[in-house]
């Protein structure tokens, strides 16, 4: 399980830069205790329409929360940034995985990625954050969310980044709409020969308000239940904000798998 940590401002209490880290702190633990085995911890708001952060400003969020939270607590620090600088400073301050929406396309990134030693996770995105959204379009996503994936994976391999060091994720609602998020929950299957860790983020996604008509704070069952397929079909991160409730859900589906593989291999199972 990977724990969704924002280091933002909060919008509510004007506490400052302390506030933000002691807020953010408190959550990891949370997230710990709840069964977290990775902390992603991202410095720059993917909210629509809200202000990019400056490299130094990004860096002032989220070094200090890495070195106190790898110091303190038995978890994996991700860092959730595109910025190859931001990538540099978080590894020296503690992270292990660099958890990069554009797949490390930024000038230098698979470099500076390979150079930190770094794990990295490789995210399926269709055009870029402000417009991806706007005419997302595919001849068959599947194939398509595939390929790419492939093509990063082969350009990180030949920065001299391990293999064993990559995961893959088809990157949900990232210049995809419904029906395109849809085909890809229910195809997972179709990324097991990369043989490579799948890591998927579903947890309150817009794609749940489209089908529920719930609001962010209303997603939890839509995205428990999208947790269960995604992990069925053998996903093996799931990066999440209610990470209790998801490894109770997790749990469920470990269990009946495990059920069902007894009766399978038991000699007296009836058929027809
Ligand atoms: C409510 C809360 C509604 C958050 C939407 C969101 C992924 C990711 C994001 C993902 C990987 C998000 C950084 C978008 N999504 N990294 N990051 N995979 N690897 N939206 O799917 O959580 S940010």
Not at 158 to 180: M, N, Q, T, V, W
Not at 245 to 267: C, D, H, I, M, Y
Request: charged share 25%; glycine share 10%.
């Amino acid at each position: 399980m990977m724990g969704i940590l924002n280091v933002t401002p909060d919008s509510f209490s004007d506490g400052g830069l302390h506030a933000t880290r002691e807020r953010a702190l408190a959550r990891a633990r949370q997230m710990v205790g709840e069964g977290a085995a990775i902390i992603d911890i991202g410095g720059e708001s993917t909210r629509p329409g809200a202000a990019p952060v400056g490299e130094a400003e990004e860096l002032d969020r989220v070094v200090p929360v890495i070195e106190q939270l790898s110091r303190e607590l038995d978890v994996v620090v991700s860092i959730d940034t595109a910025k190859p600088g931001v990538m540099r400073e978080a590894c020296r301050a503690g992270a292990e995985i660099i958890n990069d929406i554009n797949a490390l396309r930024a000038e230098s990134a698979v470099e500076v990625a390979a150079a930190a030693g770094a794990a990295v996770c490789l995210m399926h995105m269709q055009g870029e954050p402000r417009t991806m959204q706007q005419d997302p379009r595919y001849g068959d996503v599947v194939a398509e969310v595939r390929q790419f994936l492939q093509e990063r994976m082969q350009a990180c391999l030949a920065a001299g980044i391990a293999r064993d060091a990559i995961s893959l994720d088809p990157g949900f609602g990232f210049g995809k709409r419904l029906e395109h998020n849809l085909s890809l929950l229910g195809r997972l299957d179709a990324f097991a020969d990369l043989e490579r860790p799948l890591l998927v983020g579903l947890s309150r996604k817009s794609m749940f308000g489209q089908l529920l008509g719930q609001p962010v704070e209303g997603r939890l069952a839509g995205s428990l239940a999208a947790a269960v397929l995604a992990a069925w079909q053998g996903a093996h991160i799931l990066r999440v904000h209610d990470v209790g409730p998801t490894v109770e859900a997790l749990k469920v589906a470990q269990s009946v798998r495990q059920a069902g593989n007894n009766s399978r291999n038991t000699p007296d199972r009836t058929s027809g």
